[in-house]
């Protein structure tokens, strides 16, 4: 017999009989139903001497009756009238307890879902977002959310769009005055803690009865582990025998093994060595009829090395009109236009980055900004001094971060316009120095005495007709500034 049959046997049912878990429950809940007759549910237009509902809490709307009832509420509360204006609002004409508010559900923003309690003026501002839910079935399968409070208040604030539905209040002189509900309550909670100690008392003995059952059953199992240790000496025993009569065996199998491959090693061998002799000889065929091919494809390649020849010289031609050509090529242009364009990418990336985080910072400005119309309520008793002093940091910051920006974008415009317009006096240089040379009688010049001349050409033009930077130039007249730049020379 195992441990788990011993157990099997035990009737457990029989065991926990005699503990009456139902009774301790009932006692309690009668208890919680005596702590829930002193609390009274109200809806909206009940007991108005008591408590007050406002949809949209506005003290210039209020009428007489209840601007009286408002004040008194909030006389010493940590909310004033005018802290609460645009609120849903509970208020209570004196301090209460309460349990549970009731709502319809219908607003789900959880950020903003939280029961806002109106307490003591010397009280931290505390809210509670405890809720749970329930269908009322009364009234067509509307879905109830109950706010669980359980706090002393002057009032409640309800979340903005909420359907206040009922709330659960009580007060303090019928908690005081009420002696039949006082005394029911202490009866119920004495007899919720009796209950639970005399079944303490048969849980001891009943954990008595257990060990007693543990123990016998320990003594069991010491029993069988010694019977499973001697078979599990004998199983070592066999399993030793064991390893060595197939260690033998291992051996006698390994020296064969090795007789066997040894074996086939020769006899591979032999094979080898005739099919290397088959290999050679039909080699030697094959390596006679290459030689007779590659004799014939020397004669071949002689006549193709004539022709090769040839096709040298015409390409050394070529060749060398291709590099007296490369000496005409206007390089120095194409390098200007190379780096300006890497240059001009750079600045390009720059402004758009100085641009966006102008485009930012407007943004920004906008989306923060207030309406003056909006804050004119707040500003009625500061001076216009003080707002003047609180704003003059940020304006200056703004201007300084706003100036600076524009400052580098302007700067990085003037840049880029600066490289185009070299970029172009490179170009019409070149178009200048070009048409200059070919209209002069430079038949005796080589090609570098040509190309050297109309470099020089080139930077003359630069130097003494495009570097002047008026305006009102007449382009007709860049002809002229040319020659007389080529005469002056």
Known sequence: MNNNDFFEQIDKKALFDGIDFKKINESFEKYVGFLSGFYSEYHQDSRKSLMRFFNNFDVEKLDDDSLDFASKSLQFANYDEFSLRGECVILFSEPVIVSDLNCAKGYEDEREDTIRLISHKFEEKRFSTRKSYYVDLGRGKTVVKTYLIYDMVFGLILPKRSKFESVKVAQYKELLLDYKKLDQARRSLQEAVDLPKIEVQNLIIKSNEINSIISRSRDVFNTIQGDIHALELEKSHAESTLEST????????????????????????????????????????????????????????????????????????????????????NFDTLGHSTETSRQLVAYYLFAAATFTGLLCMAVYIYWNSQNFSDSFPYLLHVSGWNILLSRLPLVAATTLIIGGLSGVFFYLIKHIISLNTEKMTMLKAGILAEQITNSLDCKEMNDQERLEFQRNTKIKLIMQVFSKNEPDINQSNIIIEALKALNSK
């Open 246 to 329: 197939r260690a033998a065996l291992d051996k006698v199998r390994n020296d064969l093994d090795k007789n066997s491959i040894e074996f086939k090693k020769l006899v591979n061998s032999v094979v080898d060595e005739n099919d290397k002799l088959v290999t050679v000889q039909a080699k030697l065929k094959v390596e006679t009829s290459l030689l007779k091919k590659e004799e014939d494809r020397l004669k071949l390649l002689q006549k193709e090395l004539g022709e090769a020849s040839e096709s040298l010289t015409a390409i050394k031609t070529e060749l060398a009109d291709a590099k007296r050509e490369k000496n005409l090529t």
